[in-house]
């Protein structure tokens, strides 16, 4: 991201945080399923991409980028109990 703030939360489980342009952050032992949001702080489109990551099984790892395609906005991430992921 270049510059722009993420607010996130993990419905039910965490509070509304807020993520700066350049952060990371790790969210752990997470019930599913359960749905994250993502908001772009300046009311832009955001992309939510998975990365390859060395981290254990059951580790989801996603990068998140601005877009100017609509098609391309996604601000939920939702996890179900068998492990499928859905990007909308």
């Known amino acids: 991201m270049n510059g722009y703030g993420i607010s996130y939360q993990a419905i039910g489980q965490t509070q509304p945080r807020y993520l700066a342009g350049g952060q990371e952050f790790v969210l752990r032992d997470l019930p599913t399923p359960i749905s994250i949001t993502l908001v ?44 499928q992921v859905f990007l909308n």
Do not use: H, W, Y
């Open 40 to 83: 772009r702080q300046d009311g832009g489109l955001l992309k939510v991409m998975p990365m390859s990551t060395s981290e254990s099984e059951g580790t989801l790892a996603v990068s998140l980028d601005e877009t100017t395609n609509f098609d391309d906005n996604q601000g939920v991430l939702r996890i179900q109990k068998d492990g």
